[in-house]
């Protein structure tokens, strides 16, 4: 009796410490995985969505702005009729319902992922409308569902493109912007999401003194730009003209406020739609405006000319000794681009007839290091610091691997090579009176009410302000009576420079293969805008003066009548 007593105690005792274990084991050890599996029977969360920021032009009005969309999943193993339901989806996803290629190739897709039912999700379509949403919700089709995205809106179609940049995603599937602005500004433009978290009872409903979190979110700041849509475009009108006109494999045009660097417009063919960049090859998304390098041509004079009257090595009636025949170094020979010679010509004499070597004798006088500390001043080898993804710059050749060739070629733009936003921002020094300032696309970012502006604290001096207005002074007389002297718009005070270089080919020079470019600002007493317009081997003629010059002027036509500059 007392042994059975004693085993019953013994069991007694084993048992509540094996009650006693599996509490501590349920409560203690799998604490958290319980408290996971019943969180969403007592807590609530209710994600708060915000949008990314708005790219306004320079009146406030909205560039690219942002919209819902929906990406459109499928759970297979609750799908009843994959057959059916891959016709009804494929019927409202395709754009064209009475293209029936499309439509077959469609409903083999979708088919081919709903019938797997193997899988517990798929993705179907990312990025549908508002309006296709409504109307696969409306069919009450089982095991179809949408999660909410955002898609950009553009109102300008593809206008300003490479300015703009646009949506994807990363390898996350988050979204992010991608060159351009959107690249640039990717952290300033993108949004938070909220969150609010409250423990409910068994109805759903939120408990009085319950523990509820809120994470608040956050929209994303919205870009102020100096880009006037008007003038972009015009901008994108006539590029596109001049290249069909001229026969051009690629083209630019950029339009800059002088005194404050403001990028109004910038025009890159050929060009890619933000809406659907999906569909265009990855080298479309480049901006060759501050991406792609060529050597300038005789645009560079300008800077040369203008280098050396800051030096006082010359002045615009500084005579040109050299000048009455082709001039040989090493074993080149230097000529000028018609094989026309002037003797005793001035030094606004050689800019007007640019004359390669009336440029000699001014690098001669330069001298290599007094010439390389000039075009380090001038921004050459360096980047602008433009507000876009993607800005790149070709070195500049160092200062013990110059030679004397180097240097007299360098003078009249061939052997050194610069982007186009570095050309029409060291071309704008001269138009700046002497200052550099940096060439920015965003004035001011808004968030929460508030305005922060990107202008810089204060402008460079890199020439004196004489000598920029002694180089403005030759420039108006280029653009008067120089080659492109036809183009010429009477009265409207344009200062301007023509340029075609050949371009480099497996170490030779291509003759028939050029970049023309024309570069000037108007009125040139108190300029309004800078231009750089910009054609890759045109076809009609390979002369600056036949091509870009002519297109920049049927720019600078309009903006003249934009701007309100009355002719004199």
Not at 25 to 32: L, N
Not at 191 to 207: A, E, R, V, Y
Not at 279 to 287: A, E, G, H, I, R
Request: hydrophobic share 40%; aromatic share 10%; proline share 4%.
């Amino acid at each position: 009796m007392k042994a059975r007593l004693r085993l019953i105690a013994i069991l007694t005792v084993l048992g509540f410490l094996s009650i006693i274990l599996r509490f501590f084991y349920w409560q203690i050890i799998k604490s958290k995985e319980i408290s996971a599996l019943a969180s969403p029977q007592r807590v609530s969360k209710n994600i708060e969505t915000s949008y990314r920021g708005k790219i306004l032009a320079s009146d406030g009005s909205i560039i690219v702005g942002q919209a819902d969309s929906w990406n459109v999943f499928a759970e297979p193993q609750i799908i009843d009729n994959p057959e059916f339901v891959s016709k009804l989806l494929a019927q409202n996803l395709v754009s064209d319902k009475f293209d029936s290629i499309t439509l077959k190739n469609e409903i083999q897709r979708i088919y081919s992922l709903i019938s797997d039912k193997q899988k517990m999700w798929v993705p179907i379509k990312n990025r549908v409308n508002t309006d296709i949403k409504n109307e696969i919700t409306s069919e009450n089709i089982r095991g179809i569902g949408f999660d909410k995205d955002e898609i950009r809106v553009y109102p300008e179609a593809s206008s300003a493109a490479h300015l703009l940049g646009f949506l994807g995603k990363n390898d996350l599937n988050e979204n992010q912007g991608y060159f351009g602005l959107e690249g640039y500004y990717d952290n300033t433009l993108s949004s938070t999401q909220g969150m609010q978290k409250n423990q409910i009872d068994i109805k759903g409903l939120p408990l009085l003194f319950g523990d509820s979190k809120k994470v608040p979110s956050y929209k994303g700041a919205n870009l102020l730009t100096y880009i006037d849509k008007g003038i972009q475009l015009i901008v994108d009108e006539e590029l596109k003209n001049g290249i069909e006109r001229y026969g051009a494999a690629t083209g630019s045009v950029i339009v800059m406020n002088p005194q404050t660097g403001g990028i109004m417009a910038m025009s890159n063919l050929p060009s890619f739609d933000p809406r659907s960049y999906w569909n265009f090859s990855n080298d479309l998304f480049l901006n060759s405006v501050i991406s792609a390098s060529y050597e300038p041509g005789s645009v560079f004079k300008i800077i040369t000319m203008a280098s050396a009257l800051d030096a006082k090595l010359v002045e615009p009636d500084t005579k040109c000794d050299i000048c009455e025949g082709a001039f040989k170094i090493a074993s080149y020979e230097i000529q000028t681009w018609n094989n026309q010679y002037y003797k005793d010509s001035t030094m606004t004499d050689v800019i007007v007839h640019s004359d390669n070597v009336g440029m000699v004798f001014v690098a001669k006088k330069m001298g290599i290091e007094k010439n390389y500390d000039y075009l380090t001043k001038f921004g050459i080898g360096s980047k602008t610091g433009i507000d876009l993804q993607g800005e790149m710059t070709p070195p500049l050749r160092k200062l013990k691997d110059w030679s004397d060739v180097d240097l007299v070629t360098s003078s009249f733009g061939q052997g050194i090579a610069v982007t186009p936003i570095q050309m029409i921002v060291a071309a704008n020094v001269i138009a700046n009176k002497g200052e550099f300032v940096r060439p920015k696309v965003v004035k001011e970012v808004l968030m929460e009410g508030k305005k922060y502006s990107t202008d810089d604290v204060g402008n460079k001096r890199i020439i004196s302000e004489d000598a920029a207005n002694k180089m403005t002074s030759m420039m108006v007389e280029a653009a008067r009576y120089g080659e492109s002297k036809w183009t010429y718009k009477k009265g409207y005070g344009v200062a301007g420079k023509t340029g075609t270089a050949q371009i480099p080919l497996q170490g030779h020079y291509d003759s028939e293969k050029t970049v023309a470019s024309f570069v000037g600002f108007a009125p040139y007493s108190n300029p309004k805008f800078i231009m750089l317009v910009t054609l890759k081997e045109p076809q009609s003629s390979q002369w600056a003066s036949e091509t870009a010059a002519p297109l920049w002027y049927s720019i600078a036509e309009k903006l003249f009548l934009h701007f309100g500059i009355i002719p004199e």
